[in-house]
């Protein structure tokens, strides 16, 4: 079962985001929003969600999910109007974005897609989010290669797996797993997860 952690900007909201997702058996709403910005890393810590959603109004919403707990944490978002260019929310490490009006069966698929690691958009958006990603391709050659394990560990974040799948894959420690990352994103000149798969892509060090 996937624990779903809500966030909503009012209790009318999550309620209608709470009836929607526990229809879905294989769905568990295990915790809804809080006022404050600093409980939110709190309450995350303590409830141990797979997936966020979280339905956003305001840049500032989406700021306060970029520095609380985007990053490892799946975060499905759902915005009624562009808030931020749809690339940008993919390389802020964002693994779906959905209308605000979207369908329970929309948004199940997209819980179950981003426990699994896929990033997911609405078929409308893809040829905008390419062109996004293209305006900001980095340069052709690193200033700095990726060691062979940094490669392995790369491809396995493409994979969608966790700090701990990784360090268990290649029997190491999830801190060697940590310092290997945080070299691959110096590296490679990028802030998070994603945004590193994406530039690996560009790079030929992740197969497509």
Same mark, same amino acid.
């Given at each position: !079962?996937? /624990? ?6 009012? =209790? +009318? ?14 769905? #568990? ?19 141990? =969600? ?6 956003? *109004?305001?840049? #500032? ?23 931020? @260019?749809?690339? #940008? ?11 605000? #009006? ?20 609405? /078929?409308? @958006? ?8 293209? +305006?900001? @391709? ?5 200033? *700095?290669?990726?060691?062979? /394990?940094?490669? *392995?560990?790369? /491809? ?17 420690? @999830? ?9 691959? !994103? ?11 798969? !994406? ?10």
């Amino acid at each position: !079962m996937i /624990r779903v952690l809500i966030k909503a900007p009012t =209790p +009318v909201a999550r309620a209608g985001l709470e009836s929607l997702i526990r229809s879905y058996p294989s769905l #568990d709403v295990i915790g809804g929003s809080v006022d404050h910005p600093d409980a939110m890393k709190s309450v995350v810590a303590d409830l141990h =969600p797979d997936v966020i959603v979280a339905q956003i *109004e305001s840049q #500032d919403d989406m700021q306060e999910l970029v520095d609380d707990v985007i990053g490892d944490m799946p975060v499905i978002v759902m915005t009624g109007g562009p808030l931020v @260019e749809w690339g #940008d929310l993919f390389r802020h490490g964002v693994s779906g974005v959905l209308p605000s #009006d979207a369908s329970g069966e929309q948004i199940a698929a997209a819980v179950e897609a981003a426990a699994r690691g896929l990033v997911v958009f609405r /078929r409308s @958006e893809a040829d905008h989010l390419f062109e996004s990603a293209s +305006v900001h @391709e980095p340069p052709e050659s690193l200033p *700095e290669a990726l060691t062979a /394990r940094e490669i *392995e560990i790369l /491809r396995s974040l493409a994979e969608g797996l966790g700090n701990k799948e990784i360090a268990s894959r290649l029997q190491i420690s @999830e801190h060697t797993v940590k310092f290997h990352v945080a070299s691959i !994103m110096g590296k490679l000149g990028v802030s998070n997860r994603t945004e590193a798969v !994406m530039s690996g892509i560009r790079h030929g060090l992740v197969p497509i």
